[in-house]
């Protein structure tokens, strides 16, 4: 019983740590994951690095935007999925 109370403490923390901490990061890229693979052509989208574009090409894992300089490729990792949410309000 005794080393049950020594452990608890270091327990508790863990389970702190993974519904505050792992948890929602797990969930955050998971729907990341599903908001790449919904993207289709036409999608008005934002990159991380803010640049804005429509889709114009899909391929497994990038993706060839089009935009008012011209046609760039880029990874499918590298939209943003809450300003292309932003975006789509508007």
């Not at 327990?11 to 994951?33: D, G, S, T, W």
Request: charged share 25%; aromatic share 8%.
């Amino acid at each position: 019983m005794g080393q049950l109370q020594q452990f608890l403490p270091f327990l508790l923390m863990f389970v702190v740590i993974y519904f505050f901490m792992i948890r929602p990061q797990q969930k955050r890229a998971k729907n990341e994951k599903e908001f790449e693979s919904s993207l289709k052509v036409g999608d008005k989208i934002v990159t991380k690095s803010g640049l804005h574009g429509k889709v114009a090409e899909l391929a497994e894992t990038t993706v060839i935007i089009e935009t008012m300089s011209g046609k760039l490729k880029m990874e499918r990792s590298a939209i943003s999925m809450e300003m292309s949410a932003a975006l789509a309000k508007k």
